[in-house]
């Protein structure tokens, strides 16, 4: 049995007795999301940053997170904002700073380009050469353009491998591939 | 006792902190003649940056960041309390004091020991990095003109609920123990210096420095009283590893429904910073 001691519902911030120990439990709710904290910390947070006390029992942490997730997701609500469009969270990388930048790429490249996410990786890396911090910096537009390389190879070997009839794909998949093309066109060879 | 008795019985706890120059001053003089050369130059070295570059770092949520910047002015805890409640749809302030008495006990005793008590805004002193982000990774750093206008600053060698030496059963607090570890904005590096001189002769890389000041759970307690709005803010930090995520794992749906509203919101701060010329930093 865990108990909720005291939480600040909007961010789904957490204070849970766990036998003799007390976590601070955060979003995503992963392990390294959970960090051990003592009594103090716990009044302050209750009685300056607005924690609200609770008490709550929970049988396993499975429920206390769904619970903290759909309280969350509920008080956000009741303050007066909306669920967010999907434009808003896309449009977050207009805000990505040149380290910011550097350490996108490396994800798109470990991971989406070799994992065959490939309309995510395009959108990411068009997205990204448009802004400011990324045009004057010395190396970001070669490595896009690296990186645009290759997402355009491997999405003409999987779509020829796959011979998926136009039909069956959705319109940002068309877009997409016109993107791809469009862009094997324009782009200059790089130094990598 | 009388509630003007009370009053009068009120310390002011920025006095105690201009009061507390002298033996601030003269501490750091015999520390640092303790220490070999070039030990006392980093010492002198790490004042110096955290006398130039040291402010006032507020910590908080998301959606208490959001609200800060549309309402316009820094609610105290008070406000914050009573405005979530009611959003909760849970019972009022006074209520649940009531039933949870204890957590509020000391928080009380602190306020009531002094003039404005129930004025005061928490911060902590920082040099760099997310700060105390127990409370909050958003991390609002005040800016310097703070210390030069109207506001009332004093800064607490360590947290002022947590700090055992500061309290005696009751809870009372020990404002004599608390006195010493007071310091002025014209004092706060050596409050740091003194406080962390093991540590930052020990580190052999100044970049250390930001995270021996302040982390999530050690800090310097910056205690103060003035109208905050937006446009004392310096800059606001944020956790480069959630934007990372937020920015791309969007995308590739991811994110669990809360954290797709973390996302959304995250790009109305950013614009609403960028709209205020507000610096953001992501660390």
């Known amino acids: 049995m865990i108990v909720l001691a005291a939480a600040k519902l909007q961010e789904g911030w957490a204070y849970v007795r766990d036998g003799e120990r007390l976590i601070l439990l955060r979003p995503p709710y992963k392990v390294y999301d959970q960090t051990s904290t003592d009594e103090p910390t716990l009044e302050a947070a209750v009685s300056r940053y607005g924690y609200q006390p609770m008490n709550r029992e929970f049988e396993d942490w499975e429920p206390l997170v ?66 400011d911090a990324v045009k004057s910096d010395p190396e970001l537009p070669g490595r896009i353009q690296f990186l645009l390389k290759q997402t355009m190879s491997k999405s003409r070997i999987s779509w020829s491998r796959h011979e998926v009839p136009e039909k069956y794909l959705l319109k940002s998949q068309i877009q997409t591939i016109e993107f791809i093309n469009q862009g094997a066109s324009s782009i200059q060879p790089s130094n990598h | 006792m009388s509630e003007q008795q009370q009053s009068e019985l009120k310390q002011d706890l920025f006095d105690l902190a201009r009061s507390n120059t002298a033996r601030l001053d003269e501490e750091y003089g015999r520390e640092s003649a303790a220490l070999a050369p070039d030990d006392r130059r980093i010492m002198d070295r790490f004042a110096a940056t955290v006398r130039k570059s040291g402010r006032i770092a507020h910590n908080m949520g998301q959606l208490d960041l959001l609200q800060f910047l ?187 429904k809360l954290e797709q509203d973390m996302a959304g919101r995250l790009e109305s701060i950013l614009s609403m910073l960028d709209n205020m010329s507000i610096k953001r930093e992501f660390v």
């Open chain 1, 66 to 131: 769904e619970f903290l997730e759909e309280q969350a997701i509920k008080t956000r609500r009741a303050l007066g904002y909306p669920p967010p469009r999907m434009e808003n969270i896309r449009g977050l990388i207009r805000f990505a700073t040149k380290e910011m930048a550097h350490e996108i790429l490396a994800r798109v490249e470990k991971e989406l380009i070799p994992g065959h996410e490939l309309i995510t990786a395009s959108g990411i890396l068009a997205d990204l050469q448009e802004l």
């Open chain 2, 70 to 256: 549309k309402s316009g002015q820094l609610k105290n805890c008070y406000e914050i309390a009573e405005e979530q409640s009611k959003a909760a749809g849970g019972p009022g302030k006074n209520s649940i004091k009531k039933k949870y008495g204890t957590l509020y006990h000391r928080h009380e005793v602190f306020h009531g020991a002094f003039i404005d008590g129930e004025l005061f805004l928490y911060g902590s002193l920082n040099i760099g990095g997310l700060g105390a982000a127990r409370f909050g990774d958003h991390c609002s750093i005040l800016n310097e003109e703070l210390f030069q206008g109207a506001y009332q600053i004093a800064f607490l060698q360590s947290d002022s609920l947590k700090t055992k030496h500061y309290w005696a059963p009751g809870p009372t607090l020990q404002i004599e123990a608390l006195a010493r570890e007071l310091a002025p904005e014209t004092h706060k590096n050596k409050l740091a210096a003194l406080k962390h001189r093991e540590e930052i002769i020990g580190a052999s890389d100044p970049r250390s420095w930001p995270e021996i000041l302040c982390r999530e759970n050690v800090n310097i307690e910056a205690i103060f009283v003035g109208v905050v709005t937006p446009g004392e803010l310096e800059t606001v930090r944020f956790p480069a590893s959630k934007y990372l995520r937020y920015a791309v794992d969007g995308r590739r749906a991811a994110l669990s």
